[in-house]
């Protein structure tokens, strides 16, 4: 069966760095878009990035654009998301999420396979 595992999180100073990994299997890698979204206690899950089956076409939200980088290993099956320069807004779980032949930006939309999350926490 499908299998998405994040991994890579923890607890990190404000204006530090993180790199998380997604790594897949039980598919097609390189037929998926995978995405990484975040939900902080008490708030909705969103969109932070997502890369094309590719790798050729990444997407940010408006919040992490110029501090946090996707990118992905087709060989390896594997997706990452590094974050730099994090805030304590930047505190939340963090899930990958995979597509079929799309990039999932939309948390509420159906067919995504989704990992288990990744604790990521900002002290100021």
């Known amino acids: 069966q499908v299998q998405l595992v994040e991994s890579g999180g923890g607890l990190v100073q404000a204006g530090g760095s993180l790199r998380l990994s997604c790594a897949a299997s039980g598919l097609t890698f390189s037929a998926y878009g995978i995405s990484w979204f975040r939900q902080a206690p008490g708030k909705e899950r969103e969109f932070v990035a997502g890369?094309?089956?590719?790798?050729?076409?990444?997407y940010y939200a408006d919040s992490v654009k110029g501090r946090f980088t996707i990118s992905r290993d087709n060989a390896k099956n594997t997706v990452y998301l590094q974050m730099n320069s994090l805030k304590p807004e930047d505190t939340a779980v963090y899930y990958c999420?995979?597509?079929?032949?799309?990039?999932?930006?939309?948390?509420?939309?159906?067919?995504?396979?989704w990992g288990q999350g990744t604790q990521v926490t900002v002290s100021s």
């Open positions: 999420a995979a597509a079929f032949y799309r990039v999932p930006q939309l948390p509420q939309q159906s067919g995504y396979y």
């Open positions: 890369v094309s089956r590719t790798g050729g076409s990444t």
